[in-house]
């Protein structure tokens, strides 16, 4: 069955200090995700890079 | 003296423009040539289509920008390439032709030594009879210009809602093979926040309709994903949004005609359907732009530069499903043939789609294209940039810089309604976005924890500041290079 949000997820979704305390935490999560790098994968070791 | 030649001006090609002026001395020559001549943060077009930004607000001309940082600009399109150059031409060159003014239908020769193509893809409205943005009431978002369209379409179906009008409002992909199923599901969320805003949801029946098997594909063949501390299918997080909002879908469609309020479509079962609607925002195919190559003796080598897209160091041996590997996605974006021509962002021709390939039951191909999103683009962009900037520094040709879809992450804030306090996004992230299926067996082929899901307002704060941070980035603004792409 499919999950529904609740009341009280909806309530977290939308208070504005725990969102804001969110996007903090997010945007750093992100850009632990972008700035992790990026490299090819025929030759890991070689070739990762960060430009 | 180098001359770089960068095609178009969008979020790769501009990256690439603006790395190049930025590391490269002065000496050498960059110029973009381009038929707009604004800069768009096609992003932000979903607010644009529903009337809560003006497109001007995330557009800018290129020209003053080009001619303060020294980048050369031509406002033309591409017509030809002469990899070779021709019998009077001994360089390379890009054969362009004017789009305004007096240079307007003029053909001229741009020669280049390296040349980046960066045209993405042509919205390929004509593959699907019948859908034109802004006839037989479907609308795009895919330009400033479509957005503004849908929202005077929107905005009318509202007041006749206001008035007593029942509605049907139909989103998602207007064609089997289409790709871009984020841009259409952020729409369909703030098209349904906007009905809230406006005191007619009530009236209105909001229907999703796609060519992905599953929701929440994404033409990246769904993920799993942590969410909160749950560990969730993107199918079942999208599900959930979706029954949250009250809206309902159709997968497994390939829309193969267009009439005024009505999309017919085949789905894998092989029946053909209808669909009646109202207001329609149905994203087209992406296909390459046709583009035709010619060597110094002016045969014909377009099967050299490109499939449909421009050809790179993909693997794109044809093999079953089962077969396919991370292992075949381009790191360079090098064209094998011409070692000086790279094509970043949309403009490189993917392997095979990331999506699991199927066929309806009538031997229709039935699923999403691979999607090239802007992180990619701006990164892939700006690595070709940095391995042209090594080559022409050193005298000889460095590959250092890489980046593989397979081996790269991708942030994907998707807005699920716009406002300080009642906005929402849908934040994603993916590791790697190709999945790869060696290295994450037991994860559909992704890092778990890299790869999360997130909703709520923070996710609409994250979704405006990135359209502040990245037209600030565009602008070249002080420092601007500290923006990661
Ligand atoms: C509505 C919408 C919302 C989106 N939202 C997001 C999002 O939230 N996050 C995200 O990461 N991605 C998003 N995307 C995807 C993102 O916009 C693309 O990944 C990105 O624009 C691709 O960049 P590109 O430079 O390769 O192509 P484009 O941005 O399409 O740029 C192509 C350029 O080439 C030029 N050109 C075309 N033909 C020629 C020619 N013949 N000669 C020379 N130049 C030519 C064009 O004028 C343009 O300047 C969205 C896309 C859409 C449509």
């Known amino acids: ?51 | 003296m180098a001359k770089i030649v960068v095609l178009g001006a969008g979020i790769s090609g501009h990256v690439a423009a603006s790395h190049l002026r930025r590391k490269l001395p002065k000496e050498h020559q960059v110029m973009v040539v381009s038929p707009n001549s604004n800069y768009q943060w096609i992003p932000s077009n979903i607010w644009v289509g529903i009337g809560r930004m003006k497109s001007k607000q995330i557009l800018f001309p290129l020209a003053p920008l080009y001619k303060k940082k020294h980048i050369g600009f031509k406002q033309a399109k591409a017509v030809t390439f002469h990899p070779e150059g021709d019998v009077t031409e001994n360089k390379p060159y890009v054969l362009v032709e004017g789009v305004v003014g007096d240079s307007k239908g003029k053909q001229e020769k741009v020669t280049y030594d390296y040349l980046i193509n960066a045209t993405g893809p042509k919205l390929n409205f004509e593959a699907t009879e019948g859908l034109i943005p802004g006839t037989n009431s479907t609308y795009s978002v895919c330009t400033y210009t479509h957005a503004d369209h849908a929202w005077e379409g929107l905005s009318a179906l509202i007041a006749d809602m206001k008035k007593g009008k029942k509605a049907k409002i139909l989103i998602g992909t207007g064609h089997a093979k289409a790709t871009c199923q984020g841009a259409a599901f952020e729409y369909i969320l703030n098209v349904e926040q906007e009905l809230r805003r406006h005191k007619v949801r009530d009236m209105a029946e909001v229907t999703w309709i796609s060519n992905e098997y599953q929701l929440g594909d994404f033409g990246m063949d769904g993920m799993l994903l942590s969410y909160g501390d749950m560990t969730m299918k993107s199918h079942e997080m999208v599900e959930m949004i979706f029954e949250d909002r009250d809206i309902k879908w159709i997968l497994g469609a390939g829309v193969q005609k267009i009439e005024n309020g009505i999309a017919h479509y085949e789905n894998l079962d092989g029946e053909k359907k209808s669909e009646t609607y109202d207001f329609a925002m149905l994203i087209p195919s992406f296909s390459g732009h046709g583009f035709k190559a010619f060597d110094k003796n002016n045969k014909d080598i377009t099967d050299k530069l490109f499939k449909g897209f421009m050809i790179v160091d993909a693997n794109y041996s044809p093999k079953p499903y089962e077969e396919w590997s991370v292992q075949d996605w381009p790191e360079t974006y090098q064209n094998p043939s011409y070692k000086n021509i790279f094509a970043p962002g949309i403009a490189f021709a993917p392997p095979h789609s990331i999506s699991k390939p199927r066929k309806s039951k009538n031997g229709t191909e039935i699923f999403p294209a691979p999607p090239r999103t802007g992180m990619p683009s701006g990164i892939t962009a700006k690595l070709v940039a940095d391995n042209i900037i090594d080559t022409i520094k050193s005298g000889k040709e460095q590959l250092h810089h890489k980046g593989s879809m397979g081996n790269m992450g991708a942030a994907c804030i998707a807005s699920a309604g716009f406002g300080m306090t009642s906005g929402s996004g849908v934040s994603i992230t993916t590791y790697p976005i190709v999945p790869d299926y060696e290295k994450y067996p037991k994860t559909q082929g992704r890092q778990l924890g890299k790869t999360f899901g997130e909703i709520g307002l923070a996710g609409h704060w994250l979704k405006l500041a990135l359209h502040y941070a990245f037209i600030y980035k565009a602008k070249m603004k002080p420092f601007w290079w500290l923006i990661p792409e």
Not at chain 1, 7 to 31: A, D, E, G, T, V
């Open chain 1, 1 to 51: 069955m499919t999950q529904r949000i609740s009341k009280y997820q909806r309530l977290k979704m939308m208070n504005p200090i725990l969102q804001f305390f969110r996007f903090i935490y997010l945007s750093i999560k992100i850009l632990i995700v972008v700035a992790g790098g990026h490299g090819g994968t025929r030759n890991i070791k070689s070739s990762t890079s960060s430009s």
